[in-house]
């Protein structure tokens, strides 16, 4: 690969800049498992005033902080009411049912949006034959569905649907600041409501690890203790915190010029023939499009890894979603020049493939 690499597998692939890196230099630091590390509690105390909720708990992984909630918020054999394509069922290696003996219950979306009809007829009401519903999980952004964003109305149906049933909602927002952008509210806005959220730092707001599973002040305190028994008790880890504090107040300002990358990406794409895609469906930095098979004839792999792999030849890297879809992410390390050289060389590709 001559060419400089263009990496749009995901935003989890930022690098510290320099600002991070000297506050992670400079840390004062005490051990974590004492609730002795003051950068953490810095981190802890922003993380739930950002979210508007009382109280929040540094976590290594956003897996670890969902799982977590799913834990404390759901009883073994209980179903887990979430749609079909989201995170914790696609990309947490079962957690759920190996940690916490739950059960998935998912429910066919439109870009991962859960119907809260669909949700309303989910809730199991009669739990003398069947395992009764424990938790609602909604998503936002959805990663799977490319990004896409629930806004407050839709949120209220949704959680109008648990309050009747006595049920709790846990948040995946991992990427939670790019849908208050994208919707011009703010992630407290979002978050009102529910039982807990879980927020990434290590994804769209650039620090290099961690995340936040943020609640009330109780289930924190709970969370607390299953974390340590997860083995997720870290010590000294104001070290990586001050990243995290960084990435905090800094990364949500400028998540609308990834948008605003997405977005031109998007555009480019679906003019390419034999991509398939709607670019007004972009809202965030998540850009999800079918491969169709003229671009890279017949392949064994699939047309998402062969066409993939004719990209990265060319030094674009992105993500395979299934069979013929592939994911690009914009992100804070790739700046409007280098979109547009992507663009440039995923026209190659595509027009060598059709000529
Ligand atoms: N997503 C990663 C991969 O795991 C797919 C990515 O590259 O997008 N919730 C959502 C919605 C996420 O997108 C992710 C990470 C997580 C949770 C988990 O975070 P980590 O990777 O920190 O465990």
């Known amino acids: ?19 991070m890196r000297r506050a992670m230099a400079e840390a004062e630091v005490g ?24 109280a929040a708990l540094f976590v290594p992984s956003g897996t670890m902080g969902n799982q977590i909630a799913l834990r404390l918020q759901a009883a073994p054999g209980e179903e887990v009411i979430c749609d079909a394509a989201s995170h914790v069922i696609h990309y947490e290696m079962g ?5 916490s003996g739950l059960l998935p219950h998912p429910l066919a979306s439109l870009g991962g949006q859960l119907d809260p009809v669909a949700v ?8 003398s034959f069947h395992a009764r519903t424990g938790l609602i ?13 629930y806004d407050r109305p839709h949120l209220e149906r949704i959680l109008a649907v648990a309050r009747r049933h006595g049920l709790p909602v846990h948040c995946d927002g991992a990427r939670i600041f790019n849908a208050a952008v994208a919707l011009d509210t703010s992630a407290a806005a979002l978050a009102a409501g529910f039982d807990s959220l879980m927020f990434c730092l290590s994804k769209s707001l650039g620090a290099p690890v961690g995340s936040m599973l943020c609640g009330a002040r109780d289930f924190i305190a709970e969370a607390r203790r299953v974390r340590k028994m997860f083995g997720g008790g870290m010590r000294q880890v104001g070290v ?3 990243a995290g504090l960084v990435a905090l107040r800094k990364g949500p300002a400028r998540l609308a010029d990834d948008h605003d990358n997405a977005r031109r990406l998007a555009t480019a794409l679906a003019a390419i023939p034999g991509i398939g895609l709607d670019p007004a469906s972009v809202r965030t930095n998540i850009v999800i499009f079918r491969v169709g098979s003229e671009l890279v004839g017949r392949s064994p792999e699939g047309a998402a890894a062969a066409f993939l792999a004719r990209l990265r030849e060319v ?15 914009t992100h804070r390390d790739v700046r409007g020049a280098e979109i547009d050289e992507a663009i440039e060389r995923i026209r190659e590709v595509a027009g060598a493939a059709v000529h």
């Not at 060419?3 to 690098?15: F, K």
């Open 137 to 149: 999980v909604v998503e936002n952004t959805h990663n799977m569905g490319g990004g896409t964003v």
């Open 1 to 19: 690969m001559s060419q400089n690499r263009i990496d749009l597998r995901s935003d989890t692939v930022t690098l510290p800049d320099d600002e």
């Open 315 to 329: 030094g674009v890297l992105g993500g395979k979603v299934d069979a013929d879809r592939v994911r690009f992410v």
């Open 95 to 99: 957690a759920m049912a190996a940690l």
């Open 120 to 127: 309303e007829e989910a809730v199991v009401k009669d739990a």
């Open 31 to 54: 051990d974590d498992v004492y609730g002795e590390d003051p950068t953490v509690r810095r981190l802890e105390e922003e993380s739930a005033a950002a979210v508007g909720l009382e």
């Open 240 to 242: 990586i915190a001050a």
